[in-house]
């Protein structure tokens, strides 16, 4: 069963406008931790935000930040005033703390944003 | 500087014929991990290495080997390539998440290695 979804194979977003990427898990597990991966593409992994599962506050980091709403499961990448170079493929993933998944990473299908002048 | 390497970066090569995509990281991370990414799948894992000797498989491990005997290298072997293993394949690393305070480490990742079998 597929841990992520991210339902939105691509999305458009105009330059400095924001834009939000949608991404659901599923787990019964109450520890867990949330990735936002880039691929540019060049094609490396780079790694962009984290939510944890008990984090009283939706992670931050400069124009990245995640909209985490536990009770529906979502894990939602907000990119504030989008540039050129956010083009890119975007992964959501998700990591257990439970017994032998510890540090395992599931990943979703990924979505392209394409942010245009 | 903090790493993982993968080598070959690329490679094309023919059905059958064993190869090794090796991976080595300097950070001394415990845990290790093997992807492949293909078109409309994301990223899947195929073996992961919770620490020296010590392997599992992950979702896709059919057709794949590894290795643990240093805690910097872990290489992904194929014995008998076969054209349903094209694909894009990641290492990646981390600190072993021993307990709470460490499960927020990201796992660092390799630049690839671009697998075509024909």
């Known amino acids: 069963a597929q841990k992520i979804t991210q339902t939105q194979p691509g999305m458009f977003v105009q330059e400095k406008e924001a834009v939000t990427l949608d991404c659901t898990y599923d787990?019964?597990?109450?520890?867990?931790?949330l990735f936002w991966y880039k691929q540019p593409s060049s094609g490396e992994m780079i790694f962009l935000i984290y939510?944890?599962?008990?984090?009283?506050q939706n992670a931050t980091e400069g124009r990245y930040s995640l909209n985490f709403q536990k009770a529906r499961k979502s894990a939602n990448l907000v990119i504030s005033a989008s540039q050129l170079g956010d083009s890119a493929m975007y992964f959501c993933a998700m990591n257990l703390r439970a017994g032998s998944t510890l540090g395992r990473l599931y990943f979703g299908r990924g979505t392209q944003l394409t942010v245009w002048p | 500087e903090a790493q993982v390497t993968q080598n070959p970066r690329y490679l094309i090569t023919v059905t059958g014929k064993k190869l090794t995509v090796t991976c080595s990281q300097n950070?001394?991370?415990?845990?290790m991990s093997w992807y492949r990414q293909d078109p409309g799948l994301g990223l899947r894992q195929i073996y992961y290495?919770?620490?020296?000797?010590?392997?599992d498989k992950g979702d896709v491990p059919e057709g794949y080997k590894v290795s643990r005997k240093e805690k910097r290298n872990f290489p992904l072997i194929l014995e008998s390539p076969s054209p349903n293993q094209t694909s894009l394949y990641f290492c990646?690393?981390?600190?072993?998440?021993?307990?709470?305070?460490?499960?927020?480490?990201?796992?660092?990742f390799g630049d690839g290695t671009r697998l075509s079998i024909l």
């Open positions: 939510q944890g599962s008990y984090d009283q």
């Open positions: 950070m001394n991370h415990e845990y």
């Open positions: 787990t019964s597990d109450p520890s867990y931790g």
């Open positions: 990646a690393s981390s600190p072993k998440a021993a307990h709470s305070a460490t499960i927020n480490q990201p796992q660092h």
């Open positions: 290495s919770m620490n020296v000797e010590v392997t």
